[in-house]
């Protein structure tokens, strides 16, 4: 069966849309699930900033949520949901509590806080406007929502670091579709997932070369107890398959294979990394196939969102780093 790649915006019952304060460096990304949708969520970073996780543990009750937005600001940019609420009230989405309709929003935030302007986060203005723009279909790989302030290769500092974003990447097999947006926020670096070429991630000390943050990493055995620039990984996978939320937990985990495969080091404590799993469609599907397609279509959709980023808050890009060394 041959696989093709489709657009992020080719899924049913999904609005996706964005938001951001360009000057101050931060924005975020909002998914509007009209009808309701099961999700689940595997977080594997050690410092995740984050808003009704426990939703989508399989032992609660809610079935389906609303919205989930990806956001900067730690944990300052959790307002954001806030926002989205209101917007989904007033449209009448939600659960039935008699008086009104409760929406039921996720979210989870990266650390920007160090490019642009540190006490400019998103807030719940940020958050009302990306769903009207969810509604215009406004998503955009780049330096767009969430990954507006994105920087990847922080081992030794923001100094060292590069300009990164937010990118998408979706395939269709047969009936079945498959699509991720990410937002790279890495401590690591940034690899090429089929080749191994690393194409992001920590500068030397002229800018033009890169260093391995793995390699620089193992230099030393001191303990750091406060990695000060905070990272985090975000990402929201989208199937048409039907699964509930314990099957999509299971997804979610089967994902951050593609974190490894395209981010060195990655998971670390310094990191939030955290995938959503979301099921838009009835497609019957397997359980394994979804996941492992999931990994392979989050490597992809890491690579997309550096390779879109520009250079901007004084980091330089991936694509500028290269003509600078042609």
């Excluded at 609420?85 to 008086?99: A, D, M, N, Q, S």
């Excluded at 929502?145 to 998408?168: N, R």
């Amino acid at each position: 069966m041959n696989m093709k790649e489709i657009s992020i915006t080719d899924f049913e019952n999904v609005k996706i849309g964005s938001s951001e304060n360009e000057e101050a460096g931060t924005g975020c990304t909002v998914f509007v699930f009209e009808q309701g949708a099961a999700a689940g969520l595997d977080v594997r970073g050690g410092g995740p900033a984050s808003e009704e996780s426990e939703l989508l543990k399989p032992v609660a009750a809610a079935q389906e949520i609303h919205a989930i937005v990806l956001a900067g600001g730690s944990a300052f940019g959790l307002e954001a949901a806030g926002g989205v609420r209101k917007y989904l009230e007033e449209k009448g989405i939600g659960f039935p509590v008699g008086v009104t309709r409760v929406p039921l929003v996720c979210q989870s935030s990266l650390f920007d806080l160090t490019v642009g302007d540190a006490f400019t986060r998103p807030d719940k203005e940020m958050g009302y406007e990306a769903c009207k723009n969810a509604d215009r279909g406004n998503y955009r790989d780049g330096n767009y929502g969430a990954g507006t302030g994105a920087t990847v290769g922080k081992w030794k500092g923001m100094d060292f670091c590069m300009k990164s974003g937010i990118g998408s990447y979706a395939v269709e097999l047969g009936e079945l579709k498959v699509g991720v947006v990410v937002a790279v926020n890495a401590l690591g670096d940034v690899y090429d997932w089929k080749n191994g070429k690393k194409i992001a991630g920590l500068l030397g000390e002229d800018g033009t070369g890169f260093l391995d943050s793995e390699k620089e990493i193992f230099q030393t055995q001191e303990v750091i107890e406060n990695k000060f620039t905070g990272n985090t990984t975000i990402a929201v996978v989208i199937t048409n398959a039907k699964f509930d939320k314990t099957k999509l937990c299971k997804i979610a985990g089967m994902a951050h294979d593609g974190y490894a495969r395209a981010i060195r080091p990655v998971h670390t404590t310094a990191d939030g990394d955290s995938i959503y799993a979301v099921s838009v469609g009835a497609v019957e599907a397997d359980l394994d196939l979804v996941g492992t397609l999931s990994a392979r279509v989050i490597a992809e959709a890491i690579i997309r969102a550096v390779e879109n980023a520009d250079s901007a808050y004084g980091y330089i890009c991936a694509k500028d780093l290269y003509q600078k060394n042609c």
